[in-house]
């Protein structure tokens, strides 16, 4: 009877145990059902929103935990529900991937390592559990490297086209390297300046704004017009070879056969300027001639300094005959009697000279005078010293030659002018 009553209780026992199991069981369909919510939840990558969802989830998953460490022996004495692995469908908990700590780990909630789910299951007591779901309540942080925007690398035609807003930024323009176009770049605080050698040519005027930015440690270098399209940046920028760098440059690393890139790329690296660049002379415009029954004679040290009104006047510009851009424009007035360019060296494609084709459509008297006969940005020089290097039609009719002293052919003009 003992026996008996004993073997009851042991049934009664096991009955309970089973009744335990089934619960098991019951939560363990419910992890399933929660494993296939959160992987639902990768799918829709709202992790941070589904916050509430997921620690209701993990709660579930705290009961289950709970009835599986209750888990009894079976009647060979073997653990059927979990100390270790989990016996009760798959060894190791497979969820989604990366390592299912549940005991706090790497929350990501956005990336990298998933810590919420798969991988080996350890089971932490439930105060440690409830302490780590309280924390994974909290805010997620992720710690990223912020690296270091460099400063912009910006192309310009010509140096009167920056402004206030290229501060701080290494300027490359399609600007002769003259005093003056340095001056225009430096007075906005940049970190340098890449410009046009303009074949250097008399008086090294291609070149003179380096020493001047040099002396207030402003880097500055040229490009030589042989590699690239004066009269534009970014033609300069992409093909350009440096010919010439100042001392603060070349302290920079910057040397004469480097690409513009990789120059106004060391330049990034330099500091701006803490001195404004010393004042200089704007470039000037007169009137050199103007007597009755003929066209005045105007100077103007930059293209940009003709006016609507030189209409039918002669005006010698000390700017290249490049376009900007290689694009045509309307910058020379519509009826002048003759204009007169640098050619720049000629450079690459002919681009320190495009303009007197343009001109020769336009049936306009124009022509340069080589670089190398009198300095870039000096009008005044140019008519006194310039040799004409080339020619529009229109200026060959009028009795203009390759050779021939500008004002020699100038005085010509004139003469025919007084003539009619």
């Given at each position: 009877?003992?026996?008996?009553?004993?073997?009851?209780?042991?049934?009664?026992?096991?009955?309970?145990?089973?009744?335990?199991?089934?619960?098991?069981?019951?939560?363990?369909?419910?992890?399933?059902?929660?494993?296939?919510?959160?992987?639902?939840?990768?799918?829709?990558?709202?992790?941070?929103?589904?916050?509430?969802?997921?620690?209701?989830?993990?709660t579930q998953r705290d009961a289950t935990n709970a009835a599986t460490t209750h888990g009894g022996r079976d009647k060979g004495g073997h653990d059927t529900w979990g100390r270790g692995h989990d016996t009760g469908g798959r060894s190791h908990d497979t969820w989604s991937g990366g390592h299912d700590t549940w005991s706090g780990?790497?929350?990501?909630?956005?990336?990298?390592?998933?810590?919420?789910?798969?991988?080996?299951?350890?089971?932490?007591?439930?105060?440690?559990?409830?302490?780590?779901?309280?924390?994974?309540?909290?805010?997620?942080?992720?710690?990223?490297?912020?690296?270091?925007?460099?400063?912009?690398?910006?192309?310009?035609?010509?140096?009167?086209?920056?402004?206030?807003?290229?501060?701080?930024?290494?300027?490359?323009?399609?600007?002769?390297?003259?005093?003056?176009?340095?001056?225009?770049?430096?007075?906005?605080?940049?970190?340098?300046?890449?410009?046009?050698?303009?074949?250097?040519?008399?008086?090294?005027?291609?070149?003179?704004?380096?020493?001047?930015?040099?002396?207030?440690?402003?880097?500055?270098?040229?490009?030589?017009?042989?590699?690239?399209?004066?009269?534009?940046?970014?033609?300069?920028?992409?093909?350009?070879?440096?010919?010439?760098?100042?001392?603060?440059?070349?302290?920079?690393?910057?040397?004469?056969?480097?690409?513009?890139?990789?120059?106004?790329?060391?330049?990034?690296?330099?500091?701006?300027?803490?001195?404004?660049?010393?004042?200089?002379?704007?470039?000037?415009?007169?009137?050199?001639?103007?007597?009755?029954?003929?066209?005045?004679?105007?100077?103007?040290?930059?293209?940009?300094?003709?006016?609507?009104?030189?209409?039918?006047?002669?005006?010698?510009?000390?700017?290249?005959?490049?376009?900007?851009?290689?694009?045509?424009?309307?910058?020379?007035?519509?009826?002048?009697?003759?204009?007169?360019?640098?050619?720049?060296?000629?450079?690459?494609?002919?681009?320190?000279?495009?303009?007197i084709p343009h001109l020769d459509g336009l049936d306009i008297i124009a022509g340069t005078t080589s670089a190398d006969s009198a300095p870039i940005g000096d009008a005044r020089a140019l008519y006194e010293r310039g040799v004409l290097s080339h020619l529009t039609g229109a200026a060959v009719r009028a009795g203009g030659a390759?050779?021939?002293?500008?004002?020699?052919?100038?005085?010509?003009?004139?003469?025919?002018?007084?003539?009619?």
């Amino acid at each position: 009877m003992a026996a008996t009553s004993a073997a009851m209780t042991h049934g009664a026992a096991t009955s309970a145990a089973m009744t335990q199991r089934d619960a098991t069981s019951a939560a363990m369909t419910q992890r399933d059902a929660t494993s296939a919510a959160m992987t639902q939840r990768d799918a829709a990558s709202a992790a941070t929103t589904h916050g509430a969802a997921t620690n209701a989830a993990m709660t579930q998953r705290d009961a289950t935990n709970a009835a599986t460490t209750h888990g009894g022996r079976d009647k060979g004495g073997h653990d059927t529900w979990g100390r270790g692995h989990d016996t009760g469908g798959r060894s190791h908990d497979t969820w989604s991937g990366g390592h299912d700590t549940w005991s706090g780990g790497h929350d990501t909630w956005s990336g990298g390592h998933d810590t919420w789910s798969g991988g080996h299951d350890i089971n932490e007591p439930a105060s440690m559990l409830a302490g780590i779901e309280a924390g994974l309540r909290q805010p997620s942080v992720r710690n990223e490297i912020q690296m270091p925007i460099p400063p912009a690398i910006v192309t310009v035609p010509s140096c009167s086209n920056a402004t206030a807003a290229h501060a701080g930024a290494v300027i490359v323009s399609g600007s002769y390297g003259g005093k003056y176009n340095a001056f225009n770049a430096a007075k906005w605080g940049i970190r340098g300046v890449i410009m046009n050698d303009a074949g250097v040519g008399a008086d090294n005027a291609g070149v003179a704004g380096l020493p001047y930015l040099d002396a207030i440690g402003l880097p500055a270098a040229t490009a030589a017009a042989s590699s690239c399209h004066i009269g534009d940046g970014a033609h300069t920028l992409a093909h350009g070879i440096i010919s010439h760098v100042n001392g603060a440059a070349a302290a920079l690393g910057c040397a004469p056969d480097q690409t513009v890139r990789a120059c106004a790329s060391l330049m990034q690296t330099g500091e701006i300027a803490s001195t404004a660049p010393p004042p200089i002379t704007k470039g000037h415009r007169f009137v050199l001639r103007d007597v009755a029954g003929e066209p005045r004679l105007i100077c103007a040290d930059s293209v940009g300094m003709l006016r609507p009104e030189d209409a039918g006047q002669i005006v010698v510009t000390a700017s290249h005959a490049a376009l900007p851009g290689g694009r045509a424009d309307s910058i020379v007035p519509i009826g002048i009697r003759a204009v007169f360019f640098s050619d720049a060296g000629v450079g690459l494609d002919g681009a320190g000279i495009a303009r007197i084709p343009h001109l020769d459509g336009l049936d306009i008297i124009a022509g340069t005078t080589s670089a190398d006969s009198a300095p870039i940005g000096d009008a005044r020089a140019l008519y006194e010293r310039g040799v004409l290097s080339h020619l529009t039609g229109a200026a060959v009719r009028a009795g203009g030659a390759v050779g021939m002293p500008l004002k020699l052919f100038i005085d010509h003009l004139l003469a025919a002018a007084r003539a009619r």
